[in-house]
C-alpha cells in the first residue's frame, strides 16, 4: 500500500480542512508522508509544519514537504507543482502575489456573469474577507452554489455554470507554462506536471508537451492521481520514466463531502513509491543551493 500523498489542499487555497485536521487524517489514514499544494500560495505551509511536529510529538510518524500548485498554460489549464518551494523567493513570491490578484479579479468578472444568468450571491455567502496572501479558486464559487441549491455537486456546478465553455466561466491565463516551470526551478523547487490527464490533451500532444517543459526544467510527472484510469497509468509511467523524469502521485484531497477523493487514495500499482519518494527528496536536497543564490539579493 501507498503511504504517501503529496498533493493535497487546506482551507489557504481551496480545501475544507485546516493543516492541524489534515495531518489528523492522514495520521488515521496511515499516509506518512504528505505534501500541502495549495494553489498560488504558500501561506499554509508554517501551519502545515507546526501541525506535522503536533503529530511528531504525539509519536506519530508524518512528514511534509513543502509545496504548491501553481495554475498554468492556456485557460490556466497547465498545472505545476513546486515540490522544496519556500516564501523567501522574492520573484516567487511576487509571481504568486499578482496569481492571487488576478484570482480576486476573475472571481468579481464571475460573480457579475452569474449576475447576468439570473443567479445573485447574497453577500452573506461570499467568503470572509480573505487576506490577499489566500486565493479564491472557482472551488469557492461552486460550494456556494450547492449551499444555494443550484447545484448537488460541485461537478455539477462546474458543468452548469463555471466550466470552460459555461456561462460564468472566466479563464486564468498570467502565465505560461514554460515560464512557471522556470520561475519554479529559479526558486529552487523541483518542477511537477500535475494530472496530466486532466489537461485534456491526446497522448501524442501530452508527450510533446513534456517535451517541450523538460526543456525548460520540468523534473517529473504526477502519475498517480486519481483522473489517471488503470490504463493511463503505463503510458504516463512510461512517458515520465523514458524522459528521465521523476514519478510522484497524490489524491488532490480537497475535503469536500462527497468526493470520492480521499487523503492517501492513489490509482494503485505505484509498487516504486519509496524510491520515487527517496528521488524527489533528493531533487529536493540538490536545489538548496540554488535557491539561496536566487534569494533576495
Ligand atoms: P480555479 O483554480 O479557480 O480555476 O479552480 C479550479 C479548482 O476547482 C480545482 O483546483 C478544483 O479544486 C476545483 N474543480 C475544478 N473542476 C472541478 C470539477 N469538475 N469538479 C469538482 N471540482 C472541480
Ligand atoms: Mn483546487
Ligand atoms: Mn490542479
Ligand atoms: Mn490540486
Redesign the pocket.
Known amino acids: 500500500m501507498t503511504e504517501i500523498d503529496l498533493h493535497i489542499?487546506s482551507i489557504y487555497?481551496?480545501?475544507l480542512l485546516s493543516p492541524a485536521e489534515l495531518c489528523a487524517l492522514a495520521v488515521r489514514r496511515h499516509v506518512s508522508v504528505v505534501a500541502l499544494c495549495d494553489?498560488?500560495t504558500l501561506a499554509g505551509a508554517q501551519a502545515m509544519a507546526e501541525a506535522v511536529a503536533t503529530q511528531s510529538a504525539h509519536g506519530k510518524t508524518l512528514e511534509v514537504l513543502p509545496a504548491l500548485?501553481l495554475?498554468s498554460g492556456p485557460e490556466?489549464r497547465i498545472?505545476i507543482l513546486g515540490y522544496g518551494a519556500t516564501p523567501e523567493n522574492r520573484i516567487l513570491s511576487e509571481t504568486l502575489a499578482r496569481g492571487r490578484a488576478e484570482?480576486r479579479e476573475?472571481f468579481a468578472e464571475i460573480l457579475l456573469r452569474l449576475k447576468r444568468m439570473g443567479v445573485e450571491i447574497p453577500t452573506d455567502q461570499l467568503p470572509d474577507d480573505r487576506s490577499d496572501s489566500l486565493?479564491?479558486?472557482?472551488?469557492?464559487?461552486?460550494r456556494i452554489l450547492i449551499h444555494m441549491g443550484l447545484a448537488h455537486?460541485?461537478?455539477q456546478?462546474?458543468?452548469k455554470y463555471?466550466?470552460e465553455g459555461k456561462p460564468a466561466y472566466v479563464?486564468?491565463c498570467h502565465l505560461s507554462a514554460e515560464d512557471a516551470v522556470r520561475l519554479l526551478v529559479s526558486a529552487g523547487a523541483v518542477p511537477v506536471l500535475a494530472h496530466p490527464m486532466r489537461i485534456g490533451l491526446t497522448t501524442f500532444t501530452l508527450e510533446a508537451l513534456v517535451i517541450s517543459l523538460r526543456s525548460a526544467g520540468l523534473a517529473g510527472v504526477e502519475v498517480f492521481h486519481p483522473s489517471a484510469s488503470r490504463s493511463d497509468i503505463p503510458f504516463l509511467l512510461r512517458m515520465a520514466r523514458n524522459s528521465g523524469l521523476l514519478v510522484t502521485g497524490g489524491s488532490?484531497f480537497?475535503g469536500?463531502h462527497g468526493?470520492r477523493a480521499q487523503i492517501g487514495r492513489l490509482p494503485s500499482g505505484w509498487a516504486t513509491w519509496q524510491e520515487d519518494l527517496l528521488t524527489l527528496k533528493a531533487a529536493i536536497n540538490n536545489r538548496t543551493p540554488l535557491k539561496r543564490a536566487a534569494g533576495n539579493a
Open positions: 489542499h487555497s481551496d480545501g494553489h498560488d500548485e495554475s490556466g498545472h484570482r476573475r486565493p479564491i479558486s472557482r472551488a469557492h464559487i461552486a455537486t460541485m461537478e456546478a462546474f458543468d463555471l466550466g479563464p486564468l488532490d480537497h469536500d468526493s
